[in-house]
């Protein structure tokens, strides 16, 4: 199910808060947001649950012997267990048909596997029981008593299956009991409006004009005005995609009383590439950082063991997004990028005017873009090479040029959103004011966001397939 | 106080959902129901069952149900259509050039002129003689079929197999076709054929393609028709011609948010038609190879005409062209050279769309044979894949906005003789043909009224 469904948004959330809120005990809180939360995983395809449920009481019963010994190397073997089990399952999900078909091709064999089904928000999840093993393992939490308020954490059905990746540390006492005051749960659902908003007014209708242009392209060459549309109009929808399913996360969590971190920070108004990823996926860059990159021993070992570090995490965050070697070479670019900037540029940058950084930023944030969008690698270069002018069909074409009409203004008005022009003009708005202001835009929001979901039929979440 | 007035406005939006989602669910009509205005079924309720609940079919079938049931669904539409509509650049050309903007002002002027034209030719067949032959299926009594002619149906098939009628269209109509079909068929030389054939639209392919509840769809048209017809009309199972690709095709057939067809689902049809004659269809891929045109020295490949668009979806009508040259046949400018591309209130057609009242098409390829394409707008892209089999190609749209009997100048059997017209091609979606009795009054009445 998806935030943006007539199915979640007429049926399943009202339902939720009627069972939610028709009890007050922690107990019976907790019993109803475990049970629906199982009901909108497992909507669509009801047997992956399975698949999360095995995890989930694998990791549990690791965590548990966690607890019941203090024998370091046994302590480091289950944690091993634990964390080599979930992520077995995402690998032979996500990347078994990845990696068997390159050795076969590197091997010169004709043989290839077709890609796995992937269950839905996996990528996800195993995130988060691997916190969940790692901080019992590191004695940041404790281990749940209960199996079942393990799986409610994994399950939660707010931060399920796109995320933003919640740590178990900064949740587990949440898990516990919630307090919720009226204004925080009005707080939430106006967040949650707010994301259904950027969903659908906005990265829906620039999902639609991609979708126009890619008919319209039909796998021919680009034009120099297409290539630089696409990628503009590719990189809103992924954002307003992403960050939307944040706000409305976020709000519905803060509705039911769980407190997750911001995942998006005006991510386009960043000054470096370094800086970007301070503001993009925060929650991603979080995990990879605590999990991944400090435990190889992050900055503290010398200039080239952070850089092979850098390299090592990098190359992971781009398969985490895919099972393809484009995603690979996504992550390595931005790994370039992050080395450049912190060992050659760090200096250089902050001396520039700060139009020139941002251009010095969206222009190599630019580049990254075809790489993420085309799986295949000739496509791939086709699209990148593009931008710069090479093997384009002309300057313009009437495919382009009919999506600039159609979604020209749209998706200036999406840019423009996607800097912090709101809270810029927010701030210097009486409260009173501003109150007032937001109140009628949520309305509005809402009222549009409906209409328009009823209205429009392409409404997929991208990050899902990650 | 103020925070209690958004806490109150934020639960009215709860409230809102809550009751949309129990008005739905406690609609007393769960059902399937056709959509008159969108040509389509609606989703039912779907069947609840271990089997649809374990592969999901329920939840997607429940999730179509709620959208397709919600009650102001056309209000919506029409508003996020508005909206979209507010903040799109007017549509002035494509501007990509000199030799584009000539074009389109060329093309402009031409559609103003037809307009023109249109309404000094009603103007003058009310003067000279009242209102024009203009009947309705209400107005004439239709022949009474005998008791062996059937009721005609056009059925979507389940995945269990089973057939779901979707439209049913009466024997009476069916015997009352059949005689103007023969009507047009006397006209022809003894060796001529005239093929019948009446394609769904994109909203009943819909229904199958990349869905899971319904797997193909058929009719029995060619059951009941051809039996009533004369040796020489040829009843085309069009259903038939496309049911393999719907969901096998090398691009889509249909587009997901207009009417019409895609390019692909035509040259499919017209390679059936081509072979059914024991000739040798040319590849659709060929075509794209061949074939861009020059309008005054400037190349336009078939991208870019494939690239223009209509409701915010590429339509690819036009990326099969023959090189062909266009003309309209009016009373009034008699034959008149027309650009390729027709961009009529967004939709864009070829061949000069449907003006004209007639177009003429010369293939260029002398095969010594003329052919009649008489249809609505499923036979723009579909004559350029006949157009490498006859010399010439005249056509006409016999509906209210593109016909007028006066700038038509003769009638039907006029133009028929005169282009020693020898096959015909009858394509009317059903909708027009069957749902509306206009059209058959008027291809009647039109045939050989006197001027």
């Not at chain 1, 516990?176 to 990265?203: N, S, Y």
């Not at chain 2, 009509?29 to 999901?56: H, T």
């Not at chain 2, 299926?137 to 009721?151: N, T």
């Not at chain 2, 059914?276 to 020059?294: E, I, K, T, V």
Request: glycine letters at 6%.
């Amino acid at each position: 199910m998806v935030f943006s469904s007539l199915t979640f948004l007429l049926i399943f959330l009202p339902l939720l808060y009627i069972l939610y809120f028709v009890g007050r005990s922690p107990r019976w809180r907790n019993g109803v947001l475990l049970a629906m939360s199982l009901l909108f995983y497992g909507w669509g395809e009801p047997l992956w649950i399975l698949a999360m449920l095995v995890s989930t009481f694998a990791n549990f019963f690791c965590a548990r012997a966690l607890t019941r010994t203090e024998d370091e190397r046994r302590r480091r073997a289950i944690l091993a267990v634990g964390v080599v089990f979930s992520l077995s399952f995402l690998f032979y999900f996500k990347y078994s048909a990845f990696f068997a078909n390159s050795m076969a091709k590197l091997l010169g064999l004709s043989w290839s596997t077709a890609d796995k089904r992937l269950p839905i928000g996996i990528s996800f999840y195993t995130f988060q029981i691997l916190t969940y093993t790692v901080d019992v393992y590191r004695k940041k939490a404790p281990a749940l008593e209960s199996p079942l308020r393990l799986l409610l954490y994994i399950s939660c059905f707010p931060q399920l299956i796109a995320g933003p990746i919640v740590q178990y540390a900064d949740v587990a006492d949440q898990l516990e009991e919630r307090r919720i005051l009226p204004d925080e749960f009005t707080a939430g659902l106006q967040r949650f409006i707010k994301g259904l908003a950027k969903k659908v007014l906005l990265a829906n209708v620039c999902g639609a004009a991609i979708e126009q242009m890619t008919l319209a392209g039909n796998g021919e060459a680009l034009s120099l005005l297409g290539a630089w549309l696409s990628m503009l109009l590719y990189s809103l929808q992924i954002y307003y995609d992403f960050s939307a399913y944040s706000d409305m996360a976020i709000g519905l969590g803060q509705t039911l009383g769980f407190r997750y971190k911001e995942n998006f920070r005006f991510p386009f108004a960043s000054l470096s590439i370094t800086e970007f990823w301070r503001r993009w996926h925060i929650s991603m860059g979080s995990f990879f950082r605590d999990y991944v990159y400090i435990p190889l021993g992050g900055n503290r070992r010398g200039t080239a063991r952070t850089v092979l570090n850098m390299i090592v995490v990098w190359a992971l965050t781009g398969l985490w997004h895919g099972a393809a070697w484009n995603f690979v070479l996504w992550g390595l670019y931005f790994c370039v990028l992050l080395i450049v900037e912190r060992f050659l540029l760090r200096d250089l940058l902050t001396r520039l005017p700060k139009l020139l950084q941002w251009l010095w930023f969206y222009v190599m944030l630019s580049f990254s873009w075809p790489i993420f969008y085309y799986t295949d690698l000739s496509a791939m270069t086709q699209g990148f090479v593009a931008l710069f002018g090479v093997g384009i069909s002309g300057l313009s074409d009437p495919a382009a040029l009919a999506v600039l009409r159609s979604y020209g203004i749209w998706a200036l008005g999406a840019f423009v959103l996607s800097l912090p022009v709101v809270p810029y003009v927010s701030e210097r708005l009486s409260e009173k004011l501003r109150d007032t202001l937001g109140l009628i835009l949520t309305l509005l929001l809402f009222a549009a966001s409906l209409l328009f979901l009823i209205g429009q039929s392409y409404n997929p979440f991208i990050y899902f397939r990650f | 106080m103020k925070k209690r007035f958004s806490f109150v406005c934020i639960y009215l939006c709860l409230l809102t959902l809550l009751l949309c989602g129990a008005a739905e669910l406690l609609a007393p009509d769960k059902g399937e129901r056709l959509s008159e205005s969108e040509n389509r079924m609606l989703a039912a309720f779907p069947a609840l069952s271990v089997k649809s609940v374990a592969d999901g079919s329920f939840m997607s079938g429940f999730e179509t149900y709620l959208s397709d049931a919600f009650p102001f669904r056309d209000g919506a539409a029409a508003f996020t259509d508005a909206v979209t509509d507010l903040v799109r650049i007017p549509d002035d050309g494509p501007a990509t050039g000199e030799m584009e903007d000539a074009l389109w002002d060329d093309l402009e002027e031409q559609e103003a002129a037809f307009q023109q034209l249109l309404e000094e030719g009603r103007a003058a067949e009310e003067a000279q003689s009242g209102p024009g032959p203009e009947t309705s299926a209400e107005d004439e009594a239709l022949p009474v079929a005998p008791a062996d002619v059937e009721d005609v149906h056009i059925w979507l098939v389940r995945a269990d197999g089973e057939r779901e009628v979707i439209f049913t269209y009466p024997a009476d109509f069916m015997v009352s076709l059949s005689e103007i079909l023969n009507r047009y068929r006397a006209k022809l030389p003894e060796d001529g054929r005239l093929y019948f054939l009446s394609p769904q639209v994109a909203d009943v392919a819909n229904n199958i393609i990349g869905k899971t509840k319904y797997v193909g769809w058929g009719t029995d048209l060619v059951d009941v028709l051809q039996p009533l017809v004369d040796d020489g009309v040829v009843i085309v199972d069009d259903l038939a011609i496309l049911d393999p690709y719907l969901n096998d095709a090398p691009s889509p057939l249909y587009p997901t948010k207009d009417y019409h067809w895609h390019a692909i689902a035509a040259s499919i049809t017209a390679d059936a038609l081509i072979s059914s004659q024991g000739l040798a269809p040319a590849d659709y891929d060929q075509y794209r190879y061949w074939l861009s045109f020059r309008h005054e020295a400037k190349d336009y490949s078939t991208e870019q005409l494939a690239g223009m668009s209509y409701n915010r979806e590429t339509i690819e009508i036009m990326s099969a062209i023959s090189p062909a040259e266009s003309y309209f046949l009016n009373n009034i400018t008699e034959r008149k050279r027309g650009v390729f591309t027709m961009y009529e209130g967004g939709y864009v057609g070829f061949l000069g769309g449907h003006k004209g009242p007639w177009r003429l098409i010369e293939g260029g390829f002398h095969t010594g044979r003329n052919a009649l394409v008489m249809g609505d707008c499923f036979t723009i892209p579909f004559i350029p894949y006949m157009a490498p089999y006859y010399d010439q190609i005249i056509s006409t749209d016999v509906r209210d906005n593109f016909y007028s009997v006066y700038l038509a100048g003769a009638n039907i059997s006029d133009y028929i003789a005169h282009y020693g017209v020898d096959d015909i091609y009858m394509m009317w979606t059903n909708n027009y043909l069957f749902a509306n009795g206009t059209i058959s009054s008027r291809m009647s009445a039109y045939l050989d009224m006197s001027y």
